[in-house]
């Protein structure tokens, strides 16, 4: 079993961003390129997507390595 520790809930003042970002611009098939930035939030990976100009409708936040979030959790994985 795992014993993972506990942490206090986060707040508006002790939020936390680790220091790597990978950062995938595509579906994250096998075999996808990827870049590994020394900071996260940095120019060169997620920070090039304008987020004012995502959709509700896009659900490309919803998939990660070429699977559905939404279906992963329906099927309770």
């Known amino acids: ?5 506990l942490k206090n809930a986060l707040t508006t003042t002790d939020f936390y961003h680790h220091r790597f970002e990978v950062w995938y611009n595509n579906d994250m098939k096998v075999g996808d390129p990827y870049v590994i930035n020394e900071r996260g939030d940095d120019f060169s ?16 936040h919803l998939i990660y390595f070429n699977a559905s979030f939404e ?3 329906d099927k309770h994985c």
Not at 47 to 52: A, L
């Open 1 to 5: 079993m795992v014993q993972i520790p």
């Open 71 to 73: 279906d992963y959790l």
């Open 45 to 60: 990976g997620a920070n090039t997507i304008n987020v004012t100009t995502i959709s509700r409708e896009d659900k490309s």
